[in-house]
């Protein structure tokens, strides 16, 4: 391809065959019925449904067409190949081009990987943990918390919680040598509930926890006292991260999922930048650095660049939020030039929960 380097041509043929084998799927059971409820089929539909199926399994399914505005948005994302290219193994660059692929083609014609056998056996394993149902109600985006019980831990949460934070330990890349270990110092932003502090308290020896909404706030502050011995290893921030310390921003309080509120309206809070907090609390070292607040990424890693440059923690950043992320993040980090290698996972059967990896080769 005349113009292109080896990595965005390596990077397209990838992507293309991948929506070509893609748009002559047609995929089943492939929502998450408690993230993403649905109502009751009717006759009709099911029926419709059901013939669908029969005609996909027997190679009559007809192929989709590629919907051009989102493949516009993807090869116009600045960036996307050279991030492609960053990423360490061929396990990382396959899940990059499917989970595009996903978000071009759908859940109809493209199949994660995260969608298998284990998977689910996880996911029917949930109730066992569970001490007693609904506890805190009313509860955005997923309507309910439960009381469990993980690892001799107890918390309110939910169960896609315990699933994501504790059984496939959202934030620990074994392939890529990247989790937390005994006695690093971690700094957990985006804190919900608790669930990913208490996770990283149970080898961390001090975990800063960053939440910045009064309702979650509440929630960690009853997990923490249902875990003293892990809470004296916790220290609450209760403020937002950002690149600047001493702003002030509005709030919309969805639960998991609060943001920057689009019409002025919710909680005011004030930013701090992880610089800030490693200078006013004289830490000598991070070692471990999570992110998962909603689309503020970006601005919170240049807020920590002192820290990363001093230290090189390992990192666990969010890219889901914003397909911008898939290539800004990754080569953010790439510039500072630093030596940091990069893995991809993922831990949902949807495009939520893309967790991009990063630390320094352990020679270096």
Known sequence: MIGMDVTETHFLEHLVSELLKSSTRREFDNIDPVRFPSPPRSIKSAVKNKLVELAATRGFYRASAIDEGLLNQVLQTPGLANAYGLLEDQVSRDLFVKLLAYRILGHRHVRLPSNNAK?????????????????????????????????????????????????????????????????????????????????????????????????????????????????????????????????????????????????????DVETQTIDDLVSANSLDRVDFIKMDIEGSEPEALMGAERTIRRDRPQLAISLYHDLRHFASIPNWIAGLKLGYRFYLEHFTIHQEETILFARLDPSD
């Open 119 to 267: 998977y689910w056996e996880l996911r029917r394993s949930l109730d066992q943990y569970v001490e007693k149902r609904d506890v805190i109600s009313s509860v955005p985006i997923l309507g309910s918390l439960d009381l469990c019980k993980i690892n001799g831990i107890r918390l309110k949460t939910h169960h896609l919680g315990i699933l994501h934070t504790f059984l496939l330990e959202q934030y620990r890349c074994q392939r890529g040598g990247v989790g937390v270990k005994p006695c690093d110092i971690v700094i957990d932003a985006g804190g919900c509930w608790g669930d990913t502090a208490l996770y990283f308290a149970q080898n961390a020896a001090r975990v800063f926890c960053f939440e910045c909404m009064p309702s979650n706030l509440k929630i960690i502050q009853e997990n923490l006292v249902l875990n003293p011995s892990f809470a004296e290893k916790i220290t609450v921030v209760q403020k937002a991260l950002w690149s600047r310390s001493g702003e002030r921003f509005i709030f919309e309080d969805n639960g998991a999922g609060s943001h920057c509120s689009s019409d002025g309206r919710g909680v």
